[in-house]
């Protein structure tokens, strides 16, 4: 019921604001007896790090993992396994403007109508700074599922989209583009827009191999739905799809159909419409997940907005903020994909055996 | 954690298989002293109920609820609610060609490769039947929240999409078609799709008016995240969007970013690309949801699969059918945003009084 | 979350009220594939009907359960089990003192002063008739551990204690008494206390053998943590003991450590203080539990009380009632001994595999 | 669903073992705008704190808190509240004995059986310094219940009860104990203990008074069903009772019953036997639970046990031990009071208003 956990067996927490001392995750009901060392978790988080290029928040944050408990002779116990992060480069900038107006598209103004005041430093708990504590959580999830490759990308910016796939290429450019002609097209179009004081947004992918036909428990855990919860609660998505999505909704039923044909051990399938799900219960298939980030609120362009007291007023957001926050998505959907299949596994075997 | 489950604080659990006796809910944490009658819910039923024209599945099921418990001199006492819906019209056909072989796009292949067998007929649990269940119970969940009208309309038809809105005309043709133009051409394609023995897909949206801001906990359980969940759980869906979804991720910053001016009490907003909905949090906008849904996978054009033993065979959905599944999915899409709305508004009095 | 259901994987909800059309439970969570029909549950209800003695209520209910979901050609599909119970015999007696004034010991005031008004027919939701829902429940968490064995019994009735232990006596009398001299006494006491307007309370012991070493999840999932809180939802029931219990804190600590000696495969156990349970989890020796039924709370004395206007009152309880109890709760102890135990060899399986 | 999580609505999640680099527990769900620093926290940590008398263990922990979350300004802000303590004196020692060995009436060999190994330095999570996280968390949670009092105490040590009750004298003397005469005799009798290598067991009383009538929700979250999960789930506790517990089932109906008097606003009552809770729900009387501590496990006294590898031993415990482990139960005890109240004030708010 937790607000701030998601999982069922396999069950992280997340805690921590984007300028206060540290954020961190409690990942709980981890399988005992895995090799975990912040060795294995470093490398995502490195992946998710902000100030890596001109394309992303200039913030200079190391992200260096601690584990504080769970984790005994090199080995997870069983036990609850505390992740921290210190907070590092909480520049003490001032915040007046933040505190007294509400920047559209954030949500600065939902918070003060739900709690009654906020946190405005860096946007606070709704800060996408806590993704670093998902991203964390998942270097724990992929070893309970060892079986799973999990590989994600860029495949829009501004509408711009990838016409090829060379995997290779995703961990070539600072866009995680598979297609190195959109990349250098995405390298203008993004310099342009950040000079200009806008954003852009962009399309994710992800796409899960490995995964085992029967994960996914119908109806209110089923893996698509888990899927579409975990990625709509990631800051600036707006739209989930499975498989062809709403592609899909165009499509007539017989081009639909996944036919299926004798293959060794499982059928073999001649698409892949459904994204590896049916039912709410994966086939075997690649998992297939497409996820859409508008375009970063925080921009240097002035937009009309009102102040806690409900004035007219106008705000330009003057921080450190990526020009296109879909980007840096990438890691994260890819946590949010380790995290749920991770769940979904163990959620199989309790049931099932 | 239960797999048949949703909700936190007004939670229901859902039972029941497509050819079973009976199927039913059973709605946990409502409210004491609400008004509720079988009356009550009666009308929501009957808006989803099949065979009602040439265009849904020709199924003939009275779905007479009854109210088991939780109800005493005409009102919610805040024990469980139990509703039952006999199942009237289980037609003894002969399923020996569904009992062997898998029907593309459906579960069937998944629940054996989860569970080890399946209950063939007509589905079993993964049948669109067990959707009674859950708008019984949003007739429930409405009287939690009679501040907030909910109205979902199918927008789009194997890509046939509306080209205007006129609420009035959404209850005058079997389609919820807020547009006779579209609706006249749909007739025609879904007719057509029908007797070609195809089937086409369908994009449903709703909006939410009468939210007020505030509803909604980050970061698990944020509004949106959970009416993706909600969307997504609901069978033949493969896309949610919140508010603009996947067309926010080609607008630029300025563009998506919903002004504020001074309002009376709150802001006036000056667009909603957002869907009423930021940070997680309800912002007092209309909250807005679309929905993609694909084609029936039942249809009568024979395609390729495997027998359970893996051999190869050729499969044809001979039962009844609805052409295009996305029609009788509205009534199913207004009842999980009002379910959802329902746990969010006790939820966030939990937290904030 | 849901207030009525319980278990986390192996999860049941149960609903409905003494005098309402049905009572009935949802089990969800439970593994596919176990062979499951009415007639493997319905030796658990006899166990725990009423009327079978002069001893308990003469209230006549067949008790006759229905499967209405999850199973399929005689074995679970892995999907939620829906099981329904007619209520009969609702004599249709005046309840208007129950409704103006509150009966002592019962929970008339409490429902009121939660919910605003109850349904005071027979204690509404509050009967220990939902306990049948419990014990319908149970009959299939008994397929999920086959190799555990529950015993529960009576040991005292009104403080009057059994001296011995003959597990064959238990069910030659109508207390489910071990001590054939005991249930003399508790004959006439009982007798007495039925005549004389009164009742007695009772202490239920519960032995679970067979459960292996492991079960049970810390900290906050332990497995005598969970017995605690399934026996203490019990109706009447206001202490619970594992092992030695109370009489532990009586024990000097060389007392009461349960010495190990080299066995076959697992240690030998010198004893048990700690009823089976150490740090939560499962040590492999018997799983020990007592529990302590106050008595009856409706009796025919007649006691001071106060109407739903506030003014003085007297009341007393004219209806069928059980003059101890804690004698018809012996199968639902069992039963809820069943249900932790399936519960916890899923999460356990899930987490350790 | 977490394994490590407890509550509801207002939950918290605990981490950390007893020689990790520090312990700590994240609060969720907490309201907005409650005055919170470290100073309201840290009083109840030091009351609990080990080493500040003879009679319990000498380990030196400062437990110094430190809030990294969900604080802004000075007051929360409905955001996770991060506390965490650092582990300060984890001596050096050898632990090869109880690394190779199980000591008995302790979870070492359950740890082991169930996750395959297990950390045993000064027993890990198994711990009792686990406890000083839910101390911290119910700081907070007191925070919630303003309107609730709550008290604990020792009523008995090693068989040797209380003959009076002065609730001054509670803080007057290391025992928690309202009895000077009572403490005098303990002082005696737990220093014999200590010296002779020995431990003794204690029982814990707590009354929560100011608990207005109606929280608590039948059946499954019962508000004695909750304490009671709350209660086992504490170190070394083997009992709990609600009201008059035990001693209920001793008593005759007539006795047992609470009558009411017309009071002013609610009822008075005549007695207390049923703890202030019927039906599950909190009667407005004081809320009253006794829990039962074993006598602490770490002893001098060789005992007979075996090892890993399943060999004969002999061990004593050397470590700094309580001799009375349940004395400092009190602080314990009365953190988990108001950490279910806190939770059931919430949950009451939700479905009621």
Redesign the interface.
Known sequence: ?????????F?F?????SH?????V?V??????LSLSEADIQPWLDKRRPGQSRFTTQRQEPDQV?I???V?EG?T??????LMIDNVDQRSKDYSDVAQA?R????????D???????YRGG???SAR?TASRVAASAVARLVIPEVTIRAWVS?V??DAIANFDADQIAANPFFCPDPEAAARWEASIDA?RKAG??????VECEATGV???????????L??????????I?AV?????????A????????????????TG??DF?SN???G????????QPVRLRV????????L?P????TRS???AEIATKGRHDPCV?IRGVPVVEAMMALVLADQK????????
């Open positions: 019921m937790s607000f701030n956990s998601f999982g069922r067996v069950r927490t997340t805690w921590g604001e206060g001392p540290a954020i961190g409690v709980d009901g981890c399988p005992p007896g601690r504080l408990s769970g005994f080995r116990t069983g036990t609850p396994i505390s509400y559209p598209g954030h949500a600065d103004y939902a918070y109508a739900k709690y009654g005041f906020r946190d606070g708990r709704s806590e829009e501004g509408g827009a806008s954003s852009l947004g962009a399309v085992p036909a029967g994960w996914g428990a119908p109806l209110y855990a089923k698509d739905s888990e899927l579409a919860a975990a990625a709509m609660s800051n707006k739209g989930v799809e499975i498989g062809d999505g709403f899909a909704a165009r499509l007539r039923g017989e081009e639909n159909a996944d036919r299926m044909r004798p293959g499982a059928p001649d419409h459904a994204g799900i049916a039912g709410g219960i994966s086939t075997g859409a980030f508008k375009p970063t609120s925080s921009i362009t937009v009309e907005t009102v409900g004035e007219a879909g163990l959620l199989h075997r309790a049931q099932c055996g």
